[in-house]
């Protein structure tokens, strides 16, 4: 049992945690997400200098060869500064996806380019009656000479203004809720018949609906083999799910060292109001959710990179302790803030923003509860 | 014991679903149904055919309206079916609070001054309550007006002043003079709005609306016939006001009207082979507010009925106001729930009801609604300091 990281592991967490301490102070996290691409893109370009881009993704693929736990460190800093970056989006989702199953050519083409700073990837698997069951598709290809035809619909597609290349899921074969049948296909973002239709989501990051109208794809842009999309779709979520999580966990670091602090400083009846034992206890609270949700963030990423036969199990827990979490910190920071917890200005009511919207992805506590007891 | 409504009271009760079908207008009604933000005339017009049938200021005493009294269960029915009928909630700044302090308080000059262009919606008022360093403890207020012949002088900030980019009046609480007890020397002002040295300033809020603002008095001149009551007075004012802030019942209809439209759009939604509505935790957590609504609305009418027989609301508005509260961000959680991914695209308020939103017709209102109404455990007293008041009043600790 060993709860340390190495040398390596250290160093990049000290260095994403520097970086956000030193150059993404709250205006300048404010003005990205504001602005017309939603991130900045220089910011980007120095993830790809400084090898952040490929630190999990395998050496056979271009990459450096870390593990889940050097994405796990480099989100949770991510979290702390609600940094807007598409990390998660392009690398994780999408790009471990690849990775894990791309042919050469797709690595090549499509992971090395993402890997320096050049390509935005997005992943797109929810359509608008599957919530969040990822075998419900009803997006469908079609086969016709060496192409397929596609047509269908993605709902929010989380980086879909900026990608270039879409991984969509659609259904080759079997019925809408069928686990077999469906595939995973790479999609050029600017192909004939494909549509997007792009807006700024709640937690100040940016995402597109698809509308896919008879879009012509090769086969060799399938991932994997025809009909078997679901496990590869479900192992890449899983490690969303991970990486979502820690930078859930960071951002509960910050609203609940935040609102202690506040308490301190806020007078009212003659007295700092973190002297109220209702709010101390409630702070107390908030502290211990965050552990526990931290606890099972390394449980379950542990569990992942061993391959161990539960840790899909582990994943699902952590998701629901993410979710219930989550939304009580972000809650109660904005409760214990008061009036200013409601206000735009304030970092608060954005991290509070961000724990919600992460509270959903990827399943809500309902949902992973129900897959929890299932498994 | 009895629960039934005479045959007098569902008499009544048609009067009003007739008078909703014929004068609720088709246009207000329409950006009601999308929840689009109305505009401030559309708000005075739909008050002004409330007040036109004598439904606006049902609890004046009727020497200032020259309209028929209304019984309690009358108020019961009729709110209940404007809440039902998703009519636009009435600004209860003039006609709920600065109007009571006004005709139970006031001279005969402000009465004559201020209560006929309430009742007829024509001058809007605001609160002047809160200030920057002043939330749940109100009392310790510093915005000053110091009386210099026949003015006073006001300086100070006010904060979290809903509406008041579109306030004529505001009523204010402000410091006339210092003593060791802070409650003593407050007094209760009326201030016209276009007097020079004010300033409003948006305040714009996690849902990205402007609703609040901060007010600055900067040597403004207020004619010292506006102080309502005696000077020192204030505080005794603010605490007949918080007893009479009571827009229960009206809330709890609009929560029975949400959770009901909450059934059925979740029965439209697929889940697997079913619907949301089907699917067992879902349901539960709707059954489970209902039940708490249900117990809400049943402890507020017998707190009614212990008024309408001479009671006074106390302590027990603080219940009302956490209970109902709750529930206003339970069911707004609900329909973020049941929204899942669509609701996260972020429109703006005059973005809402456009056919540039994704999603379900009815789906960007419901997380700004959300966010916003994280305010309502916060406003009108935080619901921590509405339990110390239980706990003091009620339970004796």
């Known amino acids: 049992m060993d709860f340390t990281f190495n040398e390596e592991q250290t160093l990049i967490q000290d260095q994403v945690d520097q970086f956000v301490q030193k150059e993404y102070d709250w205006e300048t996290r404010q003005s990205l997400s504001n602005s017309d691409l939603g991130f900045g893109e220089s910011n980007w370009q120095k993830f790809a200098e400084l090898g952040w881009l490929g630190i999990s993704v395998s050496e056979d693929s271009g990459g450096f060869g870390g593990s ?148 012509s794809v090769s086969k060799d842009n399938i991932i994997g083999n025809l009909d078997s999309g679901f496990e590869i779709l479900d192992s890449a979520i899983d490690k969303a799910i991970l990486a979502i999580s820690a930078e859930a966990v960071g951002a509960m670091e910050v609203l609940y060292k935040t609102t202690v602090e506040y308490t301190k400083t806020r007078e009212q009846f003659g007295t700092p109001i973190g002297k109220f034992q209702v709010l101390q206890h409630r702070m107390v609270d908030m502290f211990m959710e965050y552990e526990q949700c931290k606890s099972l963030l390394y449980m379950a990423t542990m569990k992942h990179e061993e391959g161990a036969s539960d840790a899909k199990k582990a994943i699902s827990g952590l998701k629901y302790q993410v979710g219930k979490a989550g939304k009580f910190i972000g809650q109660q920071a904005v409760q214990l803030h008061g009036g200013m917890g409601v206000t735009d200005e304030l970092n608060v009511g954005h991290y509070f923003k961000r724990l919600t919207t992460v509270g959903t992805i990827f399943g809500n506590t309902d949902y992973h509860l129900k897959k929890y007891t299932s498994l | 014991m009895d629960l039934k409504f005479s045959e007098a009271d569902v008499t009544f009760r048609e009067e009003v679903v007739n008078f909703l079908e014929t004068e609720y207008p088709d246009d207000i009604k329409e950006k009601q149904d999308k929840r689009i933000p109305l505009e401030k005339d559309e708000i005075v017009r739909w008050q002004q055919i409330l007040n036109k049938k004598g439904w606006f200021a049902i609890n004046w005493p009727t020497d200032y309206t020259n309209q028929e009294e209304l019984s309690v269960t009358q108020k019961y029915i009729l709110q209940e079916e404007l809440a039902k009928a998703n009519t636009p909630t009435t600004i209860p700044f003039g006609v709920g609070m600065c109007a009571p302090v006004v005709y139970t308080f006031g001279t005969d000059e402000q009465k004559e001054k201020f209560l006929p262009s309430i009742l007829n919606s024509e001058v809007w008022w605001c609160q002047g309550y809160s200030e920057p360093g002043s939330g749940s403890d109100l009392a310790s207020l510093k915005t000053k007006a110091e009386l210099k012949e026949d003015k006073y002088i006001v300086n100070g900030a006010k904060t979290w002043t809903t509406l008041a980019q579109h306030a004529d009046w505001i009523f204010c609480l402000v410091r006339t003079e210092t003593t060791d007890i802070k409650q003593e020397g407050i007094s209760f002002l009326l201030i016209d709005m276009k007097t020079p040295g004010i300033e409003v300033k948006p305040i714009i809020t996690i849902d990205g609306s402007h609703e609040v603002n901060m007010v600055y008095f900067d040597n403004v001149e207020v004619p010292a016939e506006n102080l309502v009551g005696e000077q020192g007075q204030g505080w005794n004012i603010a605490k007949f006001l918080l007893a009479h802030e009571r827009s229960g019942i009206a809330g709890i ?145």
């Not at chain 1, 596609?150 to 659609?170: F, R, W």
Request: net charge negative; no cysteine.
């Open chain 1, 68 to 215: 889940a736990i050097e994405s796990m460190l480099i989100m949770e800093a991510f979290g702390k500064g609600l940094v807007v970056e598409p990390f998660l989006e392009t690398m994780i989702m999408a790009g471990s996806l690849i990775d894990d199953h791309g042919s050469d050519e797709q690595k090549s083409s499509i992971l090395e380019p993402a890997i320096s700073g050049e390509m935005h990837l997005a992943l797109a698997y929810a359509e608008p009656q599957s919530r969040f069951n990822l075998s419900d598709v009803v997006t469908e290809a079609k086969s016709e000479g060496e192409n397929y035809i596609l047509n269908g619909y993605k709902s929010v597609v989380m980086n879909g203004p900026s990608a270039n290349k879409i991984i969509i899921s659609a259904r080759t074969s079997s019925s809408q809720l069928d686990e077999n049948g469906i595939t995973l296909f790479i999609v050029d973002s600017d192909s004939k018949g494909l549509s997007k239709t792009n807006y700024k989501t709640v937690d100040g990051r940016r995402a597109s609906d698809l509308t896919i109208e008879n879009v």
């Open chain 2, 253 to 397: 209809a609009a929560l029975k009207r949400e959770l009901s439209r909450l059934k059925d759009l979740s029965s439209d939604i697929p889940l697997g082979e079913g619907t949301l509505l089907e699917d067992v935790q879902f349901r539960n957590k709707i059954e489970e507010t209902e039940i708490e609504l249900t117990a809400t609305e049943f402890t507020e009418l017998r707190t009614l009925a212990a008024m309408s027989q001479g009671g006074s609301p106390g302590a027990e508005s603080s219940i009302l106001k956490i209970k109902g509260t709750e529930l206003q961000q339970t069911i707004s959680e609900l329909f973020v729930e049941m929204l899942a991914y669509y609701a996260h695209p972020f429109y703006l308020e005059n973005e809402i009801g456009t056919n540039e939103t994704v999603g379900p017709d009815y789906a960007a209102p419901v997380m700004p609604h959300y966010l916003n109404y994280r305010k309502v455990s916060i406003y009108g007293g935080s619901n921590e300091i509405q339990r110390n008041v239980i706990s003091k009043a009620i339970l004796g600790l």
